[in-house]
């Protein structure tokens, strides 16, 4: 079955910088479109970065110049770097693999950003 397993969250300054991680096994990952969503409480999950399987890129707005994500097929894991962190940043960040016309998500990690 499909698994993805996120980690890295935590707390960190503002300004500072995260590196979240998700691993995905049970599917073809390197044919995968993979993304990174957040949902801060009260909120609607909103997208925040994603990943073609030609590894070309797609950022939201207030994310751009600041996180970066990536992927690693050997490793099937995808990555998303996030720099010159905000409060407004905190919230669950999950991730998700598009597999045909399905969703799958992971369990979330929690980024507080916050003095």
């Known amino acids: 079955q499909v698994q993805l397993v996120e980690s890295g969250g935590g707390l960190v300054q503002p300004g500072g910088s995260l590196r979240l991680s998700c691993a995905g096994s049970?599917?073809?990952?390197?044919?995968?479109?993979m993304g990174w969503y957040r949902q801060a409480p009260g909120k609607q999950r909103e997208l925040v970065a994603d990943i073609s399987i030609d590894s070309s890129t797609n950022y939201v707005d207030f994310v751009k110049g600041r996180f970066t994500i990536s992927r690693d097929n050997a490793k099937n894991t995808v990555y998303l770097q996030m720099n010159s962190l905000r409060p407004e940043d905190t919230a669950v960040y999950y991730c998700?693999?598009?597999?045909?016309?399905?969703?799958?998500w992971g369990q979330g990690t929690q980024v507080t950003v916050s003095s």
């Open positions: 998700n693999a598009r597999i045909g016309v399905f969703n799958h």
């Open positions: 049970g599917f073809i990952f390197s044919r995968s479109k």
